[in-house]
C-alpha cells in the first residue's frame, strides 16, 4: 500500500483535480438551455472550450469537422501532456492504452477510402501525435485503395489482422470488419500489458477494461443480428481474452439466440449487464427499435465504473484511463450540445442524448 502510495501520490491528486473540472449535470442542463447558436457561443466563452475551438464557434455556420479535430486534438494533447505523471512501473500499459490515438487514425482513412466519409474529409479528421507516427499517417493517406494501405501497415501483426479480414470485407462490402479487426488488434495489445500489472493495479484494469471487452463483444452480436450476419463469421470477431467477463460458452449462447428479445433476456439474467439489458428491454416494450441509443447506454455503464474508481484512496494506475475516459465522454457530449444547436433542436431533445459524469 505505501509503495502504490509513493507511485501514484502525485497522479492521483492531479487526476482529482481535472475531474472536479467536468461539466456538472446543472452545466450541461444550462448549456442545453441554450436559446440559438450564439447565446450558446456566449456560454462557452465562460470555459476552457473556448479557447480550444477557438475562431470556429464565432462563425454564421461553423465547421463541424474543424470542431471535432480540435477537440479531439487538444484531448490527445492532454493525454501525452499527463503521462509525466505516470510512474516508469506502468509507461509500458499506458502506451498501449494511448496507441488507440493512431489506430483511430487509420480507422478515419479506412472509412474515407471505402466511401463511409468523404475522402476529402478524413484529411480534417487526423490528428496529429508522434513525428513516427505522423510519417505513417501519411504513407497511409495516400493509399489508393484498402489493399494499398493494408500493405502499406508497418506493424505485421496488424497487417495480419485486417489481411485476415479482407474477404469478409469485400464479401459484405462494408467496413464493419476492418474497423473490428483494428479494435481487437488493439484490446489484445493492451491485454498482454494488463498481465504484467500486479496487485490493485491489476484488479482495477481488469474491471474496467473488462467491462469495455464484453461491452464491445456484446454490440458486435447484436448489431450482426440487425445486419443479418451469420454467428459462424461473427465468432471470429470477438475479442476473446481472460479479461472478458463473459465466457466463450455464454458468447455462442448468445449469438445461437433467436431474436433480439431472447438475446436481451439472456444478458440481463447471466451478466453484469442488467441495467445496459433493461434499458434494450424498454425499447422493444415501447416500440423503439432494439438497439436504439445502444452507445449512450453502455457508455453510462462505464461511466459508472470509472466514477467508482475515484472513490477511496485510488492509488492505482487504472485512475489514468477513467478519467480520460470521463474527459472523452465530457468532448462528445459537448459536441452533441453544439450540433444540436446549429441544428435548431430542443433543449429536453438534446439532453436525452447526453451521458452525465
Known amino acids: 500500500m505505501f509503495k502504490n502510495a509513493r507511485d501514484y501520490g502525485p497522479l492521483n491528486v492531479y487526476m482529482r483535480s481535472q475531474r472536479t473540472m467536468l461539466f456538472s449535470a446543472g452545466t450541461y442542463n444550462l448549456l442545453a438551455s441554450a436559446t440559438d447558436l450564439n447565446n450558446l457561443r456566449q456560454m462557452l466563452a465562460q470555459t ?10 464565432v462563425k454564421d455556420y461553423p465547421n463541424l469537422i474543424e470542431i471535432d479535430r480540435r477537440l479531439t486534438q487538444n484531448f490527445v494533447d492532454q493525454f501525452n501532456s499527463f503521462r509525466k505523471f505516470v510512474p516508469p512501473r ?17 480507422k478515419v482513412i479506412l472509412s474515407g477510402l471505402y466511401g463511409a466519409n468523404r475522402f476529402e474529409d478524413a484529411r480534417g479528421m487526423l490528428i496529429s501525435l508522434s513525428e513516427e507516427e505522423n510519417r505513417q499517417t501519411e504513407s497511409l493517406f495516400a493509399a489508393k485503395d484498402v489493399p494499398a494501405l493494408i500493405s502499406r501497415l ?17 464479401y459484405l462490402d462494408i467496413v464493419y470488419p476492418l474497423i473490428i479487426a483494428i479494435d481487437q488488434f488493439y484490446y489484445n ?21 473488462g467491462a469495455q471487452i464484453g461491452i464491445q463483444n456484446l454490440e458486435i452480436i447484436l448489431r450482426s443480428k440487425a445486419f443479418g450476419i451469420q454467428p459462424a463469421m461473427v465468432k471470429k470477431w470477438l475479442i476473446y481474452t481472460q ?9 455462442e449462447r448468445f449469438l445461437a439466440a433467436q431474436d433480439f428479445e431472447e438475446t436481451f433476456k439472456l444478458i440481463k439474467e447471466e451478466t453484469a449487464f442488467k441495467d445496459l439489458a433493461n434499458r434494450l428491454i424498454t425499447n422493444l416494450e415501447t416500440g423503439l427499435t432494439p438497439l436504439a441509443n445502444f452507445d ?31 474527459k472523452e ?17 430542443a433543449s429536453e431533445e438534446i439532453l436525452d442524448k447526453i451521458i452525465l459524469l
Open 48 to 57: 476552457n472550450y473556448h479557447e480550444i475551438i477557438g475562431s470556429e464557434m
Open 90 to 106: 506502468s509507461q509500458q500499459f499506458i502506451t498501449a492504452f494511448g496507441s488507440r490515438f493512431f489506430l483511430n487514425n487509420i
Open 154 to 170: 508497418e506493424n505485421p501483426a496488424l497487417r495480419s489482422a485486417l489481411e485476415k479480414v479482407i474477404g469478409e470485407y469485400r
Open 189 to 209: 495489445s493492451l491485454c498482454n500489458t494488463m498481465q504484467s500489472l500486479k496487485g490493485v493495479d491489476y484488479r482495477s484494469a481488469k474491471r474496467f477494461f
Open 243 to 251: 479479461f472478458c467477463p463473459l465466457s466463450q460458452q455464454l458468447l
Open 296 to 326: 449512450l447506454y453502455a457508455d453510462q455503464h462505464i461511466v459508472h465504473i470509472a466514477n467508482s474508481i475515484f472513490r477511496g484512496a485510488s492509488f492505482n494506475i487504472t485512475i489514468y484511463p477513467a478519467f480520460f475516459f470521463l
Open 329 to 345: 465522454i465530457e468532448i462528445r457530449n459537448l459536441r452533441t450540445i453544439i450540433l444540436g444547436k446549429i441544428h435548431d433542436k
